[in-house]
């Protein structure tokens, strides 16, 4: 079976929308950094994670640097770090706030990230700032096109 | 005189910055504080570094990669570094090579592990080219070459990289004896120890002509302009920390105890 109606039937049984363009995974709802990180807002709280595009790219994660609960992050800044193969690549986050939970399953297992990026693979939640930075990250329409034609450029 | 023109025009530019005997753990901060603060791109070879030293990567556990009791016996150093990948016993007959970029500078090249490495690859080709049996790893991604001469590892920012490289000139076969067999080893290992899996390079090459060969490969792909450390030292920001540590015995006399319960669990 090929992997676009897996990722249809998963999806049909989360009840979570979806669009599938090539081989990496963007989620509707979210809203996507240039530097491959989503984030989903819900009132004040926000979760953020590494995108499928992303995860790709860098290969089988086996360690994720997790910042600590109460540690300020700032929209652009790196807040932690993934390693793969023979190198750590920074997080940066899409929003501006304080983190209140760090996905502690990753200190154990660090694949996650790579099996399920949008999902069990989230990184930290965060309790936001300022809603309406968000309004300067991009969404699935604009992160799909945006990272074809970043792969078209090499 | 055409020639040299045209490869000057739309090369990037590079600072080449020659070190000797500097100790690995002010090259790691020296590196990470051009990763982090500046905006230019660097080469810096390091040619050996003074006392035999363990470098770790950012996760690596001591109690699964070193024969911590012989460390402590014998008051080896243990670094953890701020990039990712395996462990290295460094000493004087290792050369370092590290390119510092930012994530444009090389025209095509996409700011991911496997692509940085599989350029460096293409530059040590050239480097290596016509020398001893060096041939490029299968799987279809340029790799490390048999036998085994470097260890290589990477950071990635949002907007540059670093890529360093420690080539085994000459290793004391003693020193071998104070690192594990990894569990997480890449597939071409194939749990071979670590003396069958390298060699030294010193019986290919010698150490300037593959300093020189190294110089001229970089030449070919950057606008080589010499710096000196305190060139390097000027452009720095003065508020960052490195993250590259020297372990405490402290950490790794529990590292020890981890791995007796470990055993014994």
Known sequence: MS???WAARA???????????????????LKYADSHEWVKVEGNSATVGITDHAQDHLGDVVYVELPDEGAEVKQGASFGAVESVKATSDINSPISGKVVEVNTKLSDSPGLVNASPYESGWIIKVEINDADEVKSLMDSDQYS?????EDAKH | MAVSQTRDLGLPLIKLLRLKGVPI??????????LRTSSDNWCIINDGTIDPTIVMGISGKPQELLEIESILRDDIPVIRRFTGGGTVIVDQGTIFVTFICNKDAVPGLQSYPQPIMSWSSLLYKKVFQGIGDFRLRENGILRAWRPQVWRECESITKN????????LWDYEISNMGYLKLPKRAPEYRQARDHLEFICRMKDYISRSSF?????????????????????????LGSK????SRLLRKQELGEAIFKSLTASQS
Do not use: M, N
């Not at chain 1, 096109?145 to 034609?149: G, L, M």
């Open chain 1, 3 to 5: 992997s676009k109606l």
């Open chain 1, 11 to 29: 999806a049909s049984y989360l009840k979570i929308s979806f669009q599938y363009r090539g081989f990496a995974t963007v989620i509707k709802d």
């Open chain 1, 145 to 149: 096109k945006f990272c074809e034609e």
């Open chain 2, 25 to 34: 753990l002010q090259q790691l901060h020296l590196e990470e504080r051009l």
């Open chain 2, 160 to 167: 540059r990289w670093v890529h360093h490289t420690s080539f």
């Open chain 2, 211 to 235: 300093i020189d060969r190294t110089i001229e490969a970089v030449g070919s792909e950057f606008l080589l302009r010499s710096a000196e450390l305190e060139d390097a030292h000027c452009t």
């Open chain 2, 240 to 243: 960052f920390e490195p993250s």
